[in-house]
């Protein structure tokens, strides 16, 4: 049973931003209610087009609102966020904002969800920047890589709140106790990398409410030596795209081989079982959606071009957020921190 303090989790969906349409969004929450008694659903979009693909189902769990505007790509996500009153993405947030809902997931505009999580729901106090989280496969267990994309520019006191809340984030929803924490790096030497790197490094060391062993090199993310990786957006942004790049191509090689012979074709099929599993690390979709740490509320990004299974996974990921009481242990730990 999922519950709050209580109360029955309210997950506000964002139907407009999806490169698949509503379908997608509607399809992935009934898979998540099915599986969640007490998991209730705001969707907001396009009313006609989300009451057709409802059809009735979970009429008691699901709450549809109306929005005119969608957000794209391509506009100014400050101007979109400020100017587009009725933008499903803008309703959604304020729906947040007012307490009408306990967490958001998005698969739109990632600078226009930036822009409405810092400027409609606001960053926790004491926070400076908050940070795009994902799940980063590893040889062994997944690690925490943040941040991938929200802040490009950073100042070393950035990247030390950072590894705080990806400290706490892997401590309760990864499940890892006392998380180790590196630093990314082109060498593991203390003194190695950029002025940012370096001082970064310098506040890293004297923290004492995490684990920090130190500089990763970033071929050696993948051992999964570490639980959490800390970098800037830039860095962290290139890091994730290039796993991303890497593993499409090896996969798309594989097929090719596995087809150009016949003796090849009957490998694949001896192989086929483990070659699910080996491409079952690098789905996105098995860890849903990147919870943007550091603001007063849960709000997730879903990928673009997120399937039913990835939205699925996103809202229970944001209920066990909920659960977890994220918020508020990551607001202790920087308050800890500021005395």
């Known amino acids: ?14 139907c407009m931003g999806n490169d698949n349409g509503p379908e997608v969004m509607v399809e992935g929450a009934k898979q998540a209610m099915s599986v969640n008694d007490d998991l209730n659903i705001i969707f907001v979009g396009n009313k006609e087009k989300i009451d057709k693909l409802l059809k009735d189902s979970y009429k008691d769990r699901i709450t549809v609102i109306n929005a005119t505007e969608e ?8 101007k979109a966020i400020r100017t587009k009153k009725d933008a499903s993405l803008v309703k959604g947030m304020n729906l947040l904002k007012e307490g009408k809902g306990d967490a958001i997931i998005s698969a739109g505009s990632t600078g226009a969800l930036l822009a409405g999580a810092v400027f409609i729901v606001g960053r926790l106090k004491g926070i400076q920047r908050a940070a795009l989280t994902t799940v980063y496969p590893t040889k062994s267990k997944p690690s925490l890589l943040l941040d991938i994309g929200a802040n490009v520019d950073c100042k070393p006191e950035f990247l030390e709140q950072f590894a705080i809340m990806g400290s706490v984030y892997a401590d309760k929803i990864l499940n890892r106790k006392n998380p180790k924490i590196g630093l990314a790096n082109i060498g593991a030497e203390a003194k190695k990398g950029n002025s940012l790197v370096k001082e970064a490094y310098d506040k890293l060391i004297d923290l004492d409410n995490i684990n920090f062993i130190g500089n990763i090199e970033v071929r050696d993310l993948m051992k999964g030596e570490v639980d959490v990786i800390v970098c800037d957006g830039f860095v962290g942004n290139v890091i994730l795209k290039t796993t991303e790049g890497t593993a499409l191509t090896i996969f798309d090689l594989l097929k090719e081989t596995f087809l150009s012979k016949t003796i090849y074709k ?5 192989l086929k079982s483990g070659l699910k599993t080996f491409k079952r690390k690098f789905d996105y979709s098995e860890y849903g959606a990147a919870p943007l740490l550091g603001v007063k509320a849960p709000v997730f990004k879903a990928h673009g071009s997120s399937n039913s299974k990835s939205i699925k996974n996103a809202i229970l990921c944001a209920v066990d957020y909920l659960n977890k009481d994220i918020i508020n242990t990551i607001q202790k730990e920087i308050e800890r921190e500021e005395k």
């Open 266 to 270: 009957i490998g694949a099929l001896l």
């Open 71 to 78: 957000i794209t790509n391509n506009e100014s996500p400050v």
């Open 1 to 14: 049973m999922i519950k709050v303090g209580g109360v029955r989790v309210k997950i506000v969906l964002d």
